[in-house]
């Protein structure tokens, strides 16, 4: 393929009015492939907003079912559920009991909006007073003996009804282990979304506020992967393919677009791409100051996504893009 010469050739003359361009777009970004991410927290009429999030709010349970009826409204398809229990311990006991905040949230989501698609993030570090991703061993992360307690999470929510469980541990052998654990419980329905790719990012900085899950000590590097690394990225996709990952998802998602790109040419699954916390909040605090277009910003980022190659896109912005933020 190439390009004709000028003077035969003009690029300007696609480019003359909103109607020319539209009609040979490239890339379009449909609300169909969006999800929300919610945070739920244990009480009733709670909706406690995040500092460092603006526009994004810890919700109870009820408030949760009421956001969801909003989101079903306006075309959003999915939501992506993070719990934060009553109660932390070492263990993560709030994440593996069946009438934990998520699977009551499920429940609840199910009855009142039965058509939303419910993800459900399967990861300890919510629940765990520590804060990491798995039970400690001397000091780390011991991979083993977390991937029980994954498996007993996912398990739980997918009992509550989840369609979709996406482990965000990144340990070792996990998707494996909730497969495994789904298929014997006769859950060979329900899919997984893994965060294959997933790097050991800044970019998290205001997700653990939201989340109230920062570690306590150390940092997560022992388990996520080092940001300066692509060929890993495709190695950690086609573990989590060959252990029964329906979709791979990579995170965060405008640093590693080089990521998603190789991912999908590479494999040709299902590709979510996370725009996370401070992919989010860089926006709102710039727009707050009037330095950037908010909508424009916005709808530029994900249309860069989606160039790159993601089927799925995981925002905080999208409600706002489903409610018409966007302007032509
Ligand atoms: C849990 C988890 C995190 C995110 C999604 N699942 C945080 C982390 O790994 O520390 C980040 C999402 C965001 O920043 O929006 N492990």
Redesign the pocket.
Known sequence: MSAGRFPAYRSRRLRRTDALRRLVRETRLSVEQLVQ?LFVVPGRGVERSVGSMPGVAQLSVDRTVEECRRLADVGVPAVLL?GIPERKDARASGATDPDGIIPSALRAIREAVPGLLLLT?V?L??YTDHGH?GVIRDGDVDNDPTLDLLAAEALAHARAGADIVAP??MMDGRVGAIRRALDAAGLTHVAIMS?AA?LASA??????EA?E?APQFGN?RSY?MDAANGDEALREVALDIEEGADIVMV??AMPCLDIIRRVKARFGYPVAA?Q???E?AMVKAAAARGWLDEAQVVEESLLAIRRAGADVIIT?FARDVARGLRRP
Request: glycine share 6%; net charge positive.
């Open positions: 991410p993070f993030d990861c570090c919510e991703c965000s541990d965060y997933k970019f998290y900085g205001p997700f653990r989340a899950s997560r996520q995170k965060p996370y996370v916390s401070g989010y905080y």
